[in-house]
């Protein structure tokens, strides 16, 4: 996600949220460069419409905020800020009649603050409101903007499995984060002496098993690292603003201070683990003492990378255990060959 806003060229025109006119707008400038937004003046408690049908993948207040995200598809995302009340809930579909929630107070102003997103990126609100004049071209910039909530999952992903995406699933559903992001890792220095799939390869792979998933996302930056791959690195080379929350199964998260600047992993990121079988809360909370942790609600689901290498090279399939593109190109690339015997 380092492109944050990028022009379209036409007006597809969705509706305004609220009857109000335009009353500020913020252009991707200064301190919030990457953002786009407008205020809707409106009185406090009006309602507030979706701009277009969709799904909502959204509600609920970040930093003391109410706010709602609705999916239209295509990569297209709304978002609705300064709520004075939420009445839908995540997963439910909306259509432009329906009432996503009332209005409230956006600092000292009884308005709704309305942004435009696709595929993550942020387009210019007026350009999609049926071409609406906004009263000035948006170069007053206020601190709206909260920081990014960004989950990162980072594994061998040899290959990518779907305990993989159930995991990712839960922190998004469950800590309200904006986007989780795939990282397979380079060289990682705690599997030195390990055969493992090429990076090219188990990176192309994590890239097919996210496809489609709009809040999921594959970033190769530990592929292309030089040298032995650290946690630590990677969490550093995220923007400071940004909060980080470190997805690990409870088994890793418990050996965390074996890490390398472990201390420095526990001061930027928060630890949110998955519970495994044979591992107790208890003991990874006082391993992890001092950073802070949350656990997250995910199915049992008993799948490994080497289970999965196993079973292909042993000759038997791995289809429903992997995403559809994975499992293909595992077979085109003949990435697990059967043993020989």
Not at 18 to 32: D, H, L, Q, T
Not at 110 to 134: I, K, N, T
Not at 265 to 277: F, S, Y
């Amino acid at each position: 996600m380092a492109t944050l806003f990028a022009p379209i060229a036409e007006c597809p025109g969705l509706e305004p949220p609220v009857g109000g006119n335009i009353a500020r707008s913020f252009a991707p400038v200064g301190r919030y460069a990457g953002h786009w937004g407008v205020d809707f003046s409106v009185a406090v408690g009006s309602e507030v419409r979706p701009a277009a049908a969709g799904v909502v993948t959204f509600a609920g207040s970040v930093a003391e905020v109410l706010s709602v995200t609705v999916d239209h598809g295509g990569g297209l995302r709304t978002s609705y800020s300064y709520l004075n009340e939420i009445e839908v809930t995540v997963g439910q579909g909306v259509r432009g009649s329906s009432t996503l929630g009332r209005s409230g107070l956006d600092h000292d102003l009884a308005a709704v603050h309305f942004s435009v997103r696709v595929d993550g990126v942020y387009q210019d609100p007026v350009r999609w409101l049926g071409c609406f004049a906004a009263p000035h071209q948006g170069l007053s910039l206020v601190p709206i903007l909260r920081a990014v909530r960004r989950g990162i999952l980072g594994g061998t992903f040899d290959p990518p499995h779907l305990a993989h995406l159930f995991a990712g699933e839960a922190a998004y559903r469950d800590l309200g984060l904006d986007v989780v992001t795939f990282i397979p890792a380079g060289a990682p220095w705690q599997k030195a002496g390990r055969r493992m799939t090429s990076p090219e390869d188990r990176w192309r792979m994590t890239e097919l098993a996210i496809t489609d998933i709009p809040y999921f996302e594959a970033d190769d930056r530990e592929v292309r690292r030089e040298g032995w791959t650290y946690t630590v690195d990677t969490l550093h080379s995220y923007p400071e603003d940004e909060q980080l929350f470190l997805i690990l199964g409870a088994d890793a998260a418990r050996g965390v201070t074996t890490w390398q600047s472990a201390g420095a992993v526990l001061k930027r990121a928060t630890i949110a683990v998955i519970p495994r079988p044979g591992v107790e809360r208890d003991e990874v909370d006082e391993a992890l003492e001092g950073g802070d942790v949350v656990w997250l609600e995910t199915p049992d689901v008993r799948l490994s990378g080497t289970m999965l290498r196993r079973q292909a090279t042993a000759g038997r399939s791995i289809r429903f255990l992997v995403r559809d593109k994975v499992w293909r190109y595992v077979l085109d690339n003949g990435i697990y060959q059967p043993e020989t015997r």
